[in-house]
């Protein structure tokens, strides 16, 4: 399958937190890869600054935890073409100490890195069910694995979001095996959310852009961290059997 999709570049992008970070980094990413792309954000004058004067990106103002913004930006972004690519990367890490933290700020974050990423997976699929084609690109992490201190609303979310990738693939692998969804995590990154010294949000963007645009149904369900595939789990009965098998399939790389 195709690594750089025609068919993927030749529709609309959609970018949740293109803002700044990394969705600035990917809405730029794809647009200079050929693809027009919905950057959506909740401020005007941060998206303008992601668009930068460039005919391929258009802001989109919208809440990813307000269903009817957010509804109303994919109606916008179907004013530019048909949608073929979802990258779901808006989220909140407020760094709250649970002592802090109250059920309300709690859910808020809840709402928009689990809430948001349904909400806009649920939108792209009534596009992309129409042709039977698309990407969804979800950016992940591994902090549910291993929350770090003051990080429990973020960690619980980003976890759960994790697991509605593996619950869309189960309800569309069979139906709708051309939509493609997998999982990216792109490593700590010198951001707002991340550390000072990570790495750079453009450098990380080429490898996700490079995931989102790369189309095979073989992918449905991965999980990529960085530039490298995550093999699946397995028990220690299946690794027996593999190595007895001399069964190893490389994993794939984006660069």
């Given at each position: ?89 808006a989220a909140l890490y407020p760094r709250c100490d649970i002592f802090d933290e109250t059920p309300e700020s709690f859910m ?148």
């Amino acid at each position: 399958m195709a690594r750089d999709d025609d068919r993927v570049k030749s529709g609309v992008a959609l970018v949740t937190g293109a803002g700044r970070g990394l969705g600035r980094a990917l809405a730029r990413a794809l647009a200079s890869r050929g693809m027009r792309v919905a950057a959506v954000g909740r401020d005007a004058q941060s998206l303008a600054e992601t668009a930068n004067g460039s005919g391929r990106i258009t802001p989109v103002i919208a809440n990813v935890s307000d269903f009817d913004s957010l509804r109303h930006a994919f109606e916008e972004a179907d004013a530019l073409g048909p949608l073929t690519l979802l990258i779901n990367n808006a989220a909140l890490y407020p760094r709250c100490d649970i002592f802090d933290e109250t059920p309300e700020s709690f859910m808020q974050t809840v709402n928009v890195n689990l809430g948001g990423t349904f909400a806009a997976t649920r939108l792209a699929l009534d596009r992309m069910a129409e042709t039977g084609f698309g990407r969804i690109l979800n950016v992940a992490t591994f902090a549910d694995l291993h929350p770090l201190p003051a990080s429990a609303a973020y960690s619980v979310s980003k976890g759960a979001a994790r697991i509605l990738t593996r619950a869309v693939v189960a309800d569309l692998a069979d139906r709708f095996p051309d939509i493609v969804i997998s999982d990216w995590m792109p490593g700590m990154l010198a951001t707002r959310m991340g550390i000072p010294d990570g790495l750079a949000p453009d450098q990380s963007a080429k490898w996700g852009v490079e995931l989102a645009l790369w189309h095979d149904p073989d992918l449905s369900g991965t999980s990529f961290e960085q530039a490298i595939e995550i093999p699946p789990p397995r028990g220690l009965k299946g690794r027996i059997k593999d190595r007895l098998l001399g069964r190893r399939r490389p994993l794939r790389r984006l660069d």
